[in-house]
């Protein structure tokens, strides 16, 4: 069965710090991977994806993600983070067909200081 | 460009009302379409998801209902609210290999 951890809740860094907030998946198959990132009271954004290709993917907002088959990992760095990157972020897997078929993990709050 | 729209932005109703909460979606057509829910602090539900028109399949029990009576159209409903129905819904539609394309969500507060 398809499942995602994200075994951080919260995570509080300083504003000009690097970040990595971890995501691990079960997956039987090759997975779509994605990150989203929510804002208090806003919707889902999509902050990058991968399907195949470099393991190493760009998103926006100076994000990155590495996709690591062999840990079942798909992580989301960025090296310096601003106040405005507080906010919820979500990993997902999804199967390459068919409806209902991204699974989000639970998510982790990002607090940003100054 | 696709786009989805979702309505009201905030709500607050009283225990017993019913609901009607309506999320649409333009320049696209058949979408796969879904109502997720996040009580506080709490990640996210699936409540519902659609394939196609008067197509709907539940996740969990629940006190909702929710109907596609267009093919761009998905209403989540309610005929009387609990205190529990309290959270933040939000509708999505499948790009397909571009993931989901969330609404700007209903914050429903049940008083």
């Known amino acids: 069965a398809q499942s995602v951890t994200q075994p951080d809740i919260h995570i509080t860094v300083s504003e000009g710090a690097s970040l990595e907030l971890r995501c691990n998946y079960s997956?039987?198959?090759?997975?779509?991977l994605f990150w989203y990132v929510q804002s208090p009271g806003q919707g889902l954004q999509l902050l990058l994806k991968?399907?195949?290709?470099?393991?190493l993917v760009q998103g926006i907002k100076g994000f990155e993600a590495e996709f690591k088959r062999s840990q079942s990992s798909f992580n989301l760095r960025k090296p310096s983070v601003h106040w405005s990157d507080a906010a919820e972020y979500f990993c997902?897997?999804?199967?390459?067909?068919?409806?209902?078929?991204?699974?989000f993990g639970t998510g982790t709050r990002l607090t940003v200081i100054p | 460009s696709q786009t989805i729209h979702q309505w009201p932005a905030t709500l607050v109703q009283p225990v017993g009302s019913p609901l009607s909460l309506e999320c649409t979606v333009e320049?696209?057509?058949?979408?796969?379409l879904y109502w997720y829910r996040q009580a506080a602090g709490r990640g996210l539900q699936l409540l519902f998801y659609?394939?196609?028109?008067?197509?709907i399949s539940s996740e969990v029990p629940q006190n909702l209902s929710a109907s596609r009576p267009q093919d761009r159209q998905f209403i989540l409903s309610s005929k009387k609210l609990l205190l529990s129905d309290s959270g933040f819904y939000l509708c999505?539609?499948?790009?397909?290999?571009?993931?989901?394309?969330f609404g700007s969500g209903t914050r429903l507060t049940v008083v």
């Open positions: 999505a539609w499948d790009r397909g290999l571009g993931g989901y394309t």
């Open positions: 659609s394939v196609g028109i008067g197509q």
């Open positions: 997956y039987g198959a090759t997975p779509y």
């Open positions: 997902a897997v999804g199967a390459r067909t068919g409806a209902n078929n991204l699974f």
């Open positions: 991968y399907f195949s290709g470099d393991t």
């Open positions: 320049g696209t057509s058949n979408p796969n």
